[in-house]
């Protein structure tokens, strides 16, 4: 891939900045052209695991989870998908609070966010990441949205982040296992950007119904995003973390919420470390008064 002026470090660099995180093609392929022709992507052999990358970038992808099959191209409006979701902002919207209101338990809500084509995150993401946990779990943190690892797991905090989440969770005395973990946003937006506001806002309604069905007794936002998008205010992080106060569900049923820093922002800065072990120890301690949780 190199040669003698090092320009292929430079293209490489320039595709990750533009959010181009996996190599599955030996060539280029015009993916709305495909759409347009309906035809299928060719999927390499091999890819959705660890096996040898291959030196094209483009942004439709072959998932071997079982949380999401491949998509077959970019879809477009004559496949019936609404993936320009600039064009019809206010469907979009409505169409994921339809879905998430008829999903009566986690699986079904899993099945419409997979089925969704209201958010155009979807098609730059490898696939979709619902959160995970039990029903009835006594925290649910809840980030603002998968990154590079998630995205290639399909799964909530498995990353770096991740890491220091499940040590968070443990230094309560409970186990990943124990609660529900999840995300506002459920794709991954290309190159980590932040989400925009009409992106937040249609996938708000999913969340907003994962936290019914799953109906924890304590929610911990994690960072800013996730705090001002599920406690509807727009206080930076530094000033709301720390601070009870009440999610307020769409069904009028209230839950006690603590905004924490994010364990991303905890990796870039360690010594806030201090500030989140007194969240904790604050969860903890009203899981024990207030939830009848046996102390440690
Ligand atoms: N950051 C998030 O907000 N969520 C994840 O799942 C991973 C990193």
């Known amino acids: ?78 496949d019936g998908a609404r993936l320009l979701q600039d064009d019809h902002p206010q469907d979009a919207v409505m169409d994921a609070r339809e879905m998430a209101r008829a999903a009566p338990d986690l699986p079904t809500l899993h ?13 730059t993401a490898m696939r979709a990441c619902p959160g995970e946990g039990p029903v009835g779990a006594p925290i649910m943190f809840v980030g603002e949205a998968p990154g590079r690892d998630e995205d290639a797991a399909g799964r909530p905090f498995v990353g770096r982040s991740g890491k220091l989440l499940d040590k968070m969770i443990a230094a309560i005395g409970l ?3 124990d609660v529900y973990i ?31 069905l799953v109906s924890p007794k304590i929610l911990v936002p994690l960072g800013g995003p996730a705090a001002k998008t599920l406690l509807r205010n727009d206080t930076g992080i530094m000033r709301q973390r720390g601070r009870w106060t009440r999610y307020m569900g769409d069904d009028d049923r209230e839950v006690d919420a603590l905004a924490t820093f994010h364990p991303a922002y905890l ?30």
């Open 1 to 78: 891939m190199s040669n003698a002026h090092g320009s292929d470090d430079i293209i490489i660099a320039f595709w990750t900045d533009c959010g181009i995180s996996a190599l599955v093609a030996d060539a280029p392929q015009n993916h709305f052209e495909m759409a347009q022709n309906k035809a299928d992507v060719a999927v390499p052999e091999g890819i959705g695991g660890a096996t040898e990358p291959q030196m094209t970038a483009t942004r439709v992808h072959a998932a071997s989870a079982p949380a999401a099959g491949p998509r077959a191209a970019l879809p477009h409006h004559d």
């Open 111 to 123: 099945a419409a966010i997979e089925a969704f084509e209201g958010c155009p995150l979807k098609a």
């Open 175 to 177: 186990s990943r296992e």
């Open 182 to 212: 999840s995300n506002v946003i459920p794709w991954r937006p290309p190159g980590n950007r932040t989400p925009s506001p009409i992106e937040t806002a249609t996938c708000e309604v999913f969340i907003r119904r994962e936290i019914a």
């Open 267 to 296: 990796l870039r800065t360690p010594g806030e470390k201090r500030r989140v072990w007194q969240d904790l120890l604050a969860l903890r301690a009203r899981l024990e008064s207030a939830h009848g949780f046996a102390s440690l």
